[in-house]
Antibody, heavy 123, light 111 residues
Framework: EVQLMESGGDLIHPGGSLRLSCVVS????????MSWVRQSPGKGLEWVAK????????TYVESVRDRFTISRDNLQKSVFLQLTSLRVEDTAVYHCARLVGPEGSTVALFDSWGQGTLVTVSS | QAVLTQPPSMSGAPGQRVTISCTGG?????????VHWYQQLPGTVPKVVIY???NRPSGVPDRFSGSKSDSSASLAITGLQTEDEGYYYC???????????FGGGTEVTVL
């Protein structure tokens, strides 16, 4: 059974930093792209970042570029998201998700999700 | 504001049909990028119900169907059931933003 479990969310002041972790099981982690997707009541779902199998290809949504850093440790079967210079609008539940390219499709999709970890940015 | 536009809410009686639209632009759906649809039931994480515009993953009832035309896509739910209540999101890719993009979500209520 595929499982993803996030941790690290917290209440943090604007400008602060936080590190989120996601440990996975039930599939060959080092064969898959991984991603972070956040969900907030006001903005719905928003893709944040993705990382390829060996960590050599990384992409971010523009709103977090230069503030967030995605990384992975294949031995620990974990993916991480370092959040810095946090803003109120970064408040959300952060999900890690497996990113797959379905056969015959031009766009990857998120086929497995963790329950998420809540990041609240407030003074 | 989401890149892909969905109606905020839709409703229908049990057994009826609801169709949720997802409108994009020339740099995403209109450029030929596929659309996927997710169902998020209360207290759960999103689950794929349609991928590649019209394909159903195994285990998803054939009451769910998808289509795409020009810069828009649609998810239809026929024979609406109470267990279909929840939020539905479309997702694609935007070449200008170089990002995966979602619709704002549609809350489906069964009357």
């Amino acid at each position: 059974e595929v499982q993803l479990m996030e941790s690290g969310g917290d209440l943090i002041h604007p400008g602060g930093s936080l590190r989120l972790s996601c440990v996975v099981s039930g599939f060959p982690f080092n064969n898959h792209w991984m991603s972070w997707v956040r969900q907030s009541p006001g903005k719905g779902l928003e893709w944040v970042a993705k990382i390829n199998e060996d960590g050599s290809e990384i992409t971010y949504v523009e709103s977090v570029r230069d503030r967030f850093t995605i990384s992975r440790d294949n031995l620990q079967k974990s993916v991480f998201l370092q959040l810095t210079s946090l803003r109120v609008e970064d408040t959300a539940v952060y999900h890690c998700a497996r990113l797959v390219g379905p056969e015959g499709s031009t766009v990857a999709l998120f086929d497995s999700w963790g329950q998420g970890t809540l990041v609240t940015v407030s003074s | 504001q989401a890149v892909l536009t969905q109606p905020p809410s839709m409703s229908g009686a049990p057994g009826q049909r609801v169709t949720i639209s997802c409108t994009g632009g020339r740099s995403n759906i209109g450029e030929g990028f596929d659309v996927h649809w997710y169902q998020q039931l209360p207290g759960t994480v999103p689950k794929v119900v349609i991928y590649g515009n019209k394909n159903r993953p195994s285990g998803v009832p054939d009451r769910f169907s998808g289509s795409k035309s020009d810069s828009s896509a649609s998810l239809a739910i026929t024979g609406l059931q109470t267990e279909d209540e929840g939020y539905y999101y479309c997702q694609s890719y935007d070449s200008r933003l170089r990002a995966y993009v979602f619709g704002g979500g549609t809350e489906v209520t069964v009357l």
